[in-house]
């Protein structure tokens, strides 16, 4: 579905990108992995149009992605839950999941989707009138999450969506994760997390300082040496 191919961006004298190339089929979860500064946020804000693409390509279902804008991209079908989750704060539940769907034409089954992610997270649905400002860090993470699904995305970008969330909340975002994966959503899920992470991911990349230093299927990085020493010592899941 994505296929990334030898990405290069800058930004001014620094390579925050240099020539990865990586893999999402459609169906699937894949993780990227990395510390802060190796490249996993840069390579959503390419993804998405919000970071200039000096050489390479994005192909999203055969159809290349580069130099187009935001809304452009969102409207072939990739949809993105940012990092910090960038609700809006004064709008109310229902008015920021409403945004989420701005591109969308076919407004007679708008109700019905909204009632869908209503089920699927019900506390926000307890809170729909509620302002967005209020809800905990785990209900706006859910929010972000919601207001992408809205636009009817093929493929979800997560942005770490387990930032500064608490361990039970982590784990419930990431059960709600699979879920949203069963339902037939792809996703890329960009995460510091590596051991939760890779345990709902059918395939992972890890990056440092903007290249691909190792890749393979989730269960066997979860046991991979250079994982282990990196990422997954003691109260990796945990945070």
Same mark, same amino acid.
């Given at each position: ?25 459609? +169906? ?27 050489? +390479? ?79 905990? +860090? +785990? ?101």
């Amino acid at each position: 579905m994505l296929e990334i191919l030898d990405l290069k961006v800058s930004y001014g004298p620094i390579k925050a990108l240099d020539g990865i190339s990586l893999s999402v089929p459609k +169906g699937a979860i894949v993780a990227l992995l990395g510390a802060n500064g190796s490249g996993k946020s840069t390579t959503i804000r390419a993804i998405t149009g919000l970071a200039t693409v000096q050489s +390479g390509d994005l192909l999203f279902d055969g159809r290349s992605l580069k130099g187009l804008p935001p809304h452009e991209v969102v409207r072939r079908g990739v949809a993105v839950a940012p990092e910090g989750r960038r609700v809006f704060s004064n709008l109310s539940v229902q008015e920021n999941l409403q945004l989420g769907s701005y591109i969308r034409r076919d407004k007679e089954t708008l109700a019905r989707d909204l009632e869908e992610i209503y089920q699927t997270f019900p506390r926000l649905a307890e809170r729909r009138d509620q302002p967005a400002g209020t809800l905990s +860090g +785990g209900e706006q993470q859910m929010l972000a999450l919601g207001r992408a699904l809205m636009s009817r995305p093929r493929l979800l970008l997560l942005d770490e969506p387990s930032l500064g969330l608490a361990p039970l909340l982590v784990r419930e975002v990431f059960q709600i994760i699979v879920q949203l994966n069963r339902q037939g959503v792809t996703l890329l899920l960009v995460e510091q997390n590596a051991a939760a992470a890779l345990k709902i991911a059918a395939y992972a990349y890890v990056l440092e300082t903007g290249r691909v230093v190792l890749e393979g299927p989730g269960a066997e990085l979860l046991t991979h040496p250079h994982l282990k020493d990196a990422y997954l010592g003691d109260g990796a899941e945990g945070r």
